[in-house]
């Protein structure tokens, strides 16, 4: 089955500096590669996703980065602020049938110190 | 739009009994998801529907946990009967049909916690 594998499980930065997550999965037909945020107390929200035929996608200072060949996926936050501190997942989607089934990574806690 | 939305938001219960937990998803939404998030396993995929149809219930625990969705707009997710590893948060999220995006919208969640 779907296995993803994500690193570092804490991460800890000052504000201003840049985060970088990533992931790694099992599944060569995996096609789509979200990623959530997750606030204290909150519900995961999807704050950025990267389908297979594309390498890099970004949205202001958040960028993911996609190696097909060696299987792994990276979330960049530049510039942090204190409120990028939350615990973010990324997940998969294999090919196939399984177009609804996401498998999520352990996730990473993020603390941006002020 | 509301949003998805589940209730009850907490639901403190004894061991042995059943517990009902209940979603609306987005309206126009056809996928449905159940998730439960713990510390230990973190976010695990229980079962989803498509169209109303359990497509892929393999995440479920065991025969204690059972999910329907009579219509488009109404899902539950039941335990029974409960015992204290299941105190967990409950997620459910919805999406819309192929074709129309792969975001998953979540509910806020219930919190369960079994004595």
């Known amino acids: 089955g779907e296995n993803v594998e994500q690193h570092p499980s804490t991460l800890s930065v000052q504000e201003g500096d840049s985060a970088v997550i990533k992931c790694t999965y099992s599944?060569?037909?995996?096609?789509?590669f979200p990623w959530y945020k997750q606030e204290l107390g909150k519900r995961p929200q999807l704050i950025i996703d990267?389908?297979?035929?594309?390498g890099e996608k970004k949205d202001q200072r958040i960028a993911v980065t996609l190696n097909k060949t060696a299987k792994h996926f990276s979330l960049h936050i530049t510039e942090t602020q204190p409120e990028d501190s939350a615990v973010y997942f990324c997940?998969?989607?294999?090919?196939?049938?399984?177009?609804?089934?996401?498998?999520f990574g352990q996730g990473t806690i993020l603390t941006v110190h002020p | 739009d509301a949003g998805v939305i589940q209730s009850p938001r907490h639901e403190v219960t004894e061991m042995g009994q059943e517990v009902t937990l209940r979603c609306k998803p987005i309206?126009?939404?056809?996928?449905l998801f159940w998730y439960r998030q713990t510390m230990m396993r973190g976010l695990e995929l229980l079962i989803y529907?498509?169209?109303?149809?359990?497509?892929?219930d393999s995440g479920m625990p065991e025969d204690r946990f059972s999910a329907k969705m009579p219509n488009a707009s109404f899902s539950t997710l039941k335990i029974q009967p409960s015992e204290p590893r299941d105190s967990a948060v409950y997620f459910c999220?919805?999406?819309?049909?192929?074709?129309?995006?792969?975001?998953?919208?979540f509910g806020p969640g219930t919190r369960l916690t079994v004595t």
């Open positions: 999220a919805s999406s819309p049909p192929q074709g129309q995006g792969r975001e998953q919208y």
């Open positions: 599944d060569s037909a995996s096609n789509y």
């Open positions: 990267i389908r297979s035929n594309v």
């Open positions: 997940a998969i989607i294999a090919g196939g049938t399984s177009y609804g089934k996401l498998t």
């Open positions: 309206s126009g939404h056809d996928y």
């Open positions: 529907f498509n169209n109303n149809v359990p497509i892929d």
